[in-house]
């Protein structure tokens, strides 16, 4: 069982930053690739960034690269998403993601076995 626990999410101004972290813990997940991704009010879940097990490997979805960078801690288990120059559209919940290396689970777009944080709330205001 993976456990996932996003923290960092808060109200800030259009131009701010924002630290997201997730810790995660569970059989093996350090094994595991993680992501970000976020969810509007009425908009489908969106696949935001990922990263390998070995943290030295990142894609992102081409409508936040340059402003986001995902990375890892792979010491603690702990996923970050760096956010800068937010935007009153960036508001969202945001949710972390887990998938087992070696059981065909993707990210984009997510399928199979994937496991998800409670998510936490990002507010842009303008």
């Known amino acids: 069982q993976v456990r996932l626990v996003e923290s960092g999410g808060g109200l800030v101004q259009a131009g701010d930053s924002l630290r997201l972290s997730c810790a995660a813990s569970g059989r093996a997940v350090s094994n595991y690739p993680m992501g970000w991704f976020r969810q509007s009010p009425g908009k489908e879940r969106e696949f935001l960034a990922a990263i390998d097990a070995s943290g030295r490997n990142a894609r992102y979805t081409d409508s936040i690269e340059g402003r986001f960078t995902i990375s890892r801690d792979i010491r603690i288990n702990t996923v970050y998403l760096r956010m800068n120059s937010l935007k009153p559209e960036d508001t969202a919940i945001y949710y972390c993601?887990?998938?087992?290396?070696?059981?065909?689970?993707?990210?984009?777009?997510?399928?199979?076995?994937?496991?998800w944080g409670q998510g936490t709330q990002v507010t842009v205001s303008s």
């Open positions: 993601a887990a998938r087992h290396w070696a059981d065909g689970s993707k990210f984009n777009p997510p399928s199979g076995q994937i496991n």
